[in-house]
C-alpha cells in the first residue's frame, strides 16, 4: 500500500524529467517518491510524556496565626451588640471587602466568640485572595453598639536567597523572583507567574520557602531550594514508521541544560531506522530567555536523509534518495501564567528544502519559507489541584486546551516559485524542478488548529478528545499538508496514507487507572481503547484520490505504563477500519487502487537513561 501510494504524485515528476518518456513513467509508478512529512521526520515527539502541568515549585510557610481566646467556654454566656469592624494594617485589600465577615450581626445580640467567627472570615478572604496574612483580635474594651478592632498583618517579601546547585543560573533565578519584592504585600497569586517562570527554565526544580526575617513584622525572606539537572540523556525505540522507511526506529537524545546561565537548553537528538540505510535524521535546538517575563528565543535544526526500500534487488535497487533540511526560528511570551491557565504567545520562521532524486537525478525541490504565529491556551481545574478526592494537578477532573496557529508562505531566501497553470500531465513552464505538487502554491495560507479535552466523572475513569485541523484554500507543498497515520491521526495506517490541503480529524480514547506511580520505584498501569477519524480535502485537479473529500477511521486498544519517572512504555493494537482508494498514476487518473492495511500491534518505549534516578 505504502509504496504506490507514495509514488502517486511522484509518476508526474518523472514525466517532466523525461518529457513524454511514458515507459520510466509507468515504470516508476509504484516506487515512493514522496517526501516525508513532517510528523515522519520529526517522529521522535510520539515518544513523548503527556505534558505534566504539576508544579514543582511550591510556597511554604505562613505567619503565624493565635488562638482565639475569647472562644474559650468561660466566655460563653457573655453577648454583645456591634455596629462595625475596623481591620488595622489592611493593605492594598478594601475595607469593603471584609464587609462580609461582620455585616449580619450588626445590631443583633451576638455572644463575644463571633469575634472569632469575624476574625477567621477576614483570614479565610485574604489567603483565597492569595494573600498571605494573620488576623489578630488585640485587647480592646467593646463597649455596647461599638465597634470590634483586629490586627490585620500582611506578609511582604524583603529579599530572595537561593540554596541548593544552581549552575550559572544564581543570578537569573534571583532576578526572576526578585520582581516579588516590588510588590507591597505578598500575593500568591501574583507570584505564580515568577515561581512558575522559574519552573520552566529547562533542569531546574525550585522550592519557595517563606519565613520570618526578624526585622519588622510580616517582613519575610523567601529562601528558594533549587536542585539542578544540568545533562538529560534518553532513548527511545518505536514501530511507527511506514514499511517503506523501515516500521522499527530507535532515537537517542541529551538535553544540555543552563550552559550560559541564560535560563537555556540544548538538545541534540538522533534517529535511525533499524535498517541501517533507510532513514536518519540528526537534530539540534537551543532556546533562551531574555528578560525578567519569560520571553524565549529559539532556534532548531533538522536535517534527514532517506533511501526508502522498494523492494528491489541489484546495483538499480532502491533508486530513490530524499534530503530534507529544516530550521525554525521561533519566540515565545507567556501572556498568562499560572498553575491552573496559561496562555502563550509565539512566532516565527519555517525554512523547509526537500529534494528528490531517482537513480542520481533530480526529480522534485521544495523550498519553503513560512511566517507564522500561535497561540496555545490550557486550563485545568483549580479544584482538583488541592483535592482529596483523588484528583490532582497531573489528572484533573477536567483539562482542556489547544492551539491556533496562522502560516503564510512567503518569497524570500530563494523560496520555490509556483508553476503556470497549464494542463496536467506536462507542466513544461515550470520554472527548474518541479514541484512536489505541481499546482501547489509555496505562498499558500494555512490555517491550523489542535486541541485536547479531557474529563473524569471519577478518578480512575478518563474520556479524551483530542481534534486536529487545518484550512488551506490553495494547494499546499507536500511538507505542509495535513498528513493523517500513525504519527498523527488514524493510528493503524501508514503514515501520510491520506494526505490534503485542508482536513479534519479527531482522537476519542477511553482510559481506566492512574498513569501517576505512587513512588519513583513504583509502576503505574493505565490500559486504554481509542477511535479516530480524519477527513482530507484537496484543492489541486490532478489530486490521486478518485474521491475527494476521503476519510479514514481506525480502532484499537491496549496499555500504557509509567516506571516512576524512569521509562515510559505505550503498546497497542490498531486495526485500520475503512479501505483508502487512490490512483497509482494520477496524472491520467489511471490504476485505481484501494487499500486498507492489517492490524499492527504498535510499540513506543521511552527510557531516561541519565540521571538514572532525580
Known amino acids: ?32 517518491s514522496r517526501p516525508p512529512t513532517r510528523e515522519e521526520l520529526q517522529r521522535e515527539q510520539a515518544t513523548q510524556p503527556p505534558r505534566d502541568t504539576g508544579s514543582r515549585v511550591t510556597v511554604e510557610g505562613d505567619i503565624e496565626r493565635a488562638p482565639c ?37 450588626v445590631g443583633q445580640s451576638v455572644p463575644v466568640a463571633t469575634v472569632c467567627e469575624i476574625r477567621d472570615r477576614a483570614a479565610t478572604i485574604l489567603r483565597r485572595q492569595g494573600y498571605v496574612a494573620a488576623v489578630q483580635v488585640p485587647p480592646q474594651r467593646i463597649e455596647e453598639n461599638g465597634t470590634v478592632r483586629f490586627d490585620v498583618m500582611m506578609a511582604k517579601l524583603v529579599r530572595i536567597q537561593v540554596r541548593g546547585d544552581t549552575g550559572r543560573a544564581e543570578a537569573t533565578i534571583a532576578r526572576q523572583l526578585g520582581k516579588l519584592q516590588d510588590q507591597p504585600v505578598f500575593n500568591t497569586f501574583d507570584a505564580e507567574r515568577y515561581l512558575l517562570l522559574v519552573q520552566d527554565m529547562p533542569g531546574y526544580d525550585a522550592r519557595l520557602t517563606l519565613r520570618p526575617a526578624g526585622t ?48 537555556d537548553t540544548t538538545t541534540l537528538a538522533y534517529f535511525n531506522t533499524f535498517d541501517w540505510r533507510e532513514q536518519h535524521v540528526l537534530q539540534a535546538s537551543h532556546a533562551f530567555r531574555l528578560g525578567q517575563e519569560g520571553l524565549t528565543l529559539g532556534g532548531d535544526f533538522t536535517y534527514a536523509w532517506t533511501r526508502p526500500d522498494v523492494g528491489g534487488t541489484g546495483a538499480g535497487a532502491d533508486p530513490f534518495r530524499t534530503r530534507t533540511l529544516i530550521a525554525t526560528l521561533r519566540a515565545s511570551y507567556p501572556l498568562q501564567r499560572s498553575l491552573s491557565e496559561n496562555l502563550w504567545l509565539g512566532g516565527g520562521l519555517d525554512l523547509a528544502n526537500q529534494r528528490v532524486n531517482f537513480t542520481g537525478v533530480p526529480i522534485s525541490e521544495d523550498k519553503i519559507r513560512v511566517l507564522f504565529a500561535r497561540l496555545d491556551y490550557d486550563r485545568i481545574d483549580p479544584a482538583s489541584m488541592g483535592s482529596l478526592r483523588g484528583y490532582s494537578a497531573n489528572e484533573p477532573r477536567w483539562r482542556i486546551g489547544g492551539s491556533l496557529e496562522l502560516r503564510q508562505g512567503v518569497s524570500i531566501l530563494g523560496a520555490s516559485a509556483p508553476c503556470p497553470r497549464v494542463p496536467a500531465p506536462i507542466y513544461a513552464n515550470c520554472p527548474g524542478l518541479l514541484l512536489s505538487r505541481a499546482e501547489a502554491d509555496p505562498t499558500a495560507f494555512v490555517l491550523r488548529a489542535s486541541g485536547y479535552a479531557e474529563f473524569r466523572p471519577a478518578p480512575k475513569l478518563t474520556i479524551s478528545l483530542a481534534p486536529r485541523a487545518q484550512y488551506a484554500p490553495n494547494p499546499l507543498l507536500a511538507f505542509e499538508e495535513f498528513s493523517t497515520g500513525n504519527y498523527t491521526i488514524g493510528r493503524g495506517y501508514e503514515p501520510g496514507v491520506l494526505t490534503g490541503d485542508s482536513g479534519i480529524g479527531v482522537q476519542a480514547e477511553l482510559r481506566l487507572g492512574s498513569l501517576a506511580p505512587r513512588s519513583a520505584q513504583s509502576w503505574a498501569l493505565q490500559p486504554f481503547a481509542f477511535f479516530d477519524a480524519a477527513r482530507v480535502w484537496n484543492q489541486d485537479q490532478r489530486a490521486p484520490y478518485p474521491r475527494d473529500p476521503q476519510s479514514l477511521y481506525s480502532a484499537g486498544g491496549g496499555l500504557r505504563a509509567r516506571w516512576g519517572d524512569r521509562a515510559r512504555l505505550e503498546a497497542y493494537a490498531a486495526a485500520p477500519l475503512k479501505r483508502v482508494a487512490y490512483y497509482a498514476d494520477p496524472a491520467n487518473q489511471t490504476g485505481l487502487r484501494q487499500v486498507k492495511g492489517d492490524v499492527r500491534l504498535l510499540v513506543s518505549l521511552t527510557v531516561n537513561l541519565f540521571p538514572w534516578t532525580r
Do not use: K
Request: proline content about 6%; hydrophobic content about 45%; overall charge neutral.
Open 1 to 32: 500500500m505504502g509504496q504506490a501510494m507514495a509514488f502517486s504524485r511522484s509518476a508526474l515528476f518523472l514525466m517532466a524529467v523525461v518529457g513524454t518518456g511514458t515507459p520510466l513513467a509507468v515504470a516508476a509508478q509504484s516506487l515512493p
Open 216 to 263: 519588622r513584622p510580616g517582613e519575610v525572606i523567601g529562601e528558594v531550594s533549587v536542585r539542578y539537572t544540568p545533562i538529560e540523556i534518553e532513548g527511545a525505540v518505536q514501530n511507527l514508521g511506514s514499511r517503506e522507511v523501515g516500521r522499527f526506529g530507535g532515537l537517542i537524545r541529551a538535553r544540555l541544560n543552563g550552559l550560559t546561565g541564560l535560563a
Open 69 to 105: 481566646p475569647l472562644a474559650d467556654p468561660r466566655f460563653a454566656s457573655v453577648r454583645m451588640t456591634i455596629t462595625g469592624a475596623q481591620f488595622d494594617g489592611l493593605q492594598v485589600v478594601s475595607p469593603e471587602a471584609l464587609r462580609s465577615t461582620w455585616a449580619e450581626f
